[in-house]
T-cell receptor, first 113, second 122 residues
Framework: KNQVEQSPQSLIILEGKNCTLQ??????????LRWYKQDTGRGPVSLTI?????NTKSNGRYTATLDADTKQSSLHITASQLSDSASYIC????????????FGRGTSLIVHP | DTEVTQTPKHLVMGMTNKKSLKCEQH?????MYWYKQKAKKPPELMFV???????INESVPSRFSPECPNSSLLNLHLHALQPEDSALYLC?????????????????????FGDGTRLSIL
């Protein structure tokens, strides 16, 4: 069964600090991995998308890494801001069959001033 | 502002009411999706439309009836809902990279989500 596990479940950091969120998956064969940011009461917003051949991708202060061999991804947030407080969701899609992405349960990040 | 527009933002309805949720996008995307999201849980896929045809129905009860009248619009008709149907209903769209088989979709394109309709069933 395809699974996506995220850790930690929740995280509290001080403004200006860096943090790293983890995503492990069992989806196979692998197609792509996406990180989304979801603010409370809003829809998810795409941060990065990586395919098999990509091992790092940046979007401003967000940097995602992918190790397709170990089936792990991380999202690193640099110099956190109060507006980074949100849920971060890892979504993995397979290939060769019907398109049904597998969502992780998300990491809830709170940035304190 | 999101490029996928959902209306209404909030909806309160009784179990005997009939209502509809609406979703609109003008990005030229030919794949559109309905998700249901409960509090502190990830979105759960309900329906997928590809080229205005229903491609995937994730065993959703018949009290939810999707409709895709054209390539820009996606509706979700609601009738005789239950209190447990209270949730945030998200619409998303994406490009369709290619059709793998006639009954399957393969897409590595990102999904663009609307802000959802928060539905409460009394």
């Amino acid at each position: 069964k395809n699974q996506v596990e995220q850790s930690p479940q929740s995280l509290i950091i001080l403004e200006g600090k860096n943090c790293t969120l983890q995503c492990n998956y069992t989806v196979s064969p692998f197609s792509n991995l996406r990180w989304y940011k979801q603010d409370t009461g809003r829809g998810p917003v795409s941060l990065t998308i990586m395919t098999f051949s990509e091992n790092t991708k940046s979007n401003g202060r967000y940097t995602a890494t992918l190790d397709a061999d170990t089936k792990q991804s991380s999202l690193h947030i640099t110099a956190s801001q109060l507006s980074d407080s949100a849920s971060y969701i890892c979504v993995v899609s397979g290939s060769g069959g019907s398109y049904i992405p597998t969502f992780g349960r998300g990491t809830s990040l709170i940035v304190h001033p | 502002d999101t490029e996928v527009t959902q209306t209404p933002k909030h909806l309160v309805m009784g179990m005997t009411n009939k209502k509809s949720l609406k979703c609109e996008q003008h990005m030229g995307h030919r794949a559109m999706y309905w998700y249901k999201q409960k509090a502190k849980k990830p979105p759960e896929l309900m329906f997928v439309y590809s080229y205005e045809k229903l491609s995937i129905n994730e065993s959703v009860p018949s009290r939810f009836s999707p409709e895709c009248p054209n390539s820009s619009l996606l509706n979700l008709h609601l009738h005789a809902l239950q209190p447990e149907d209270s949730a945030l209903y998200l619409c998303a769209s994406s490009q369709v990279a290619l059709v793998w088989r006639t009954d399957s979709l393969y897409s590595n394109q990102p999904q663009h989500f609307g802000d959802g309709t928060r539905l409460s069933i009394l």
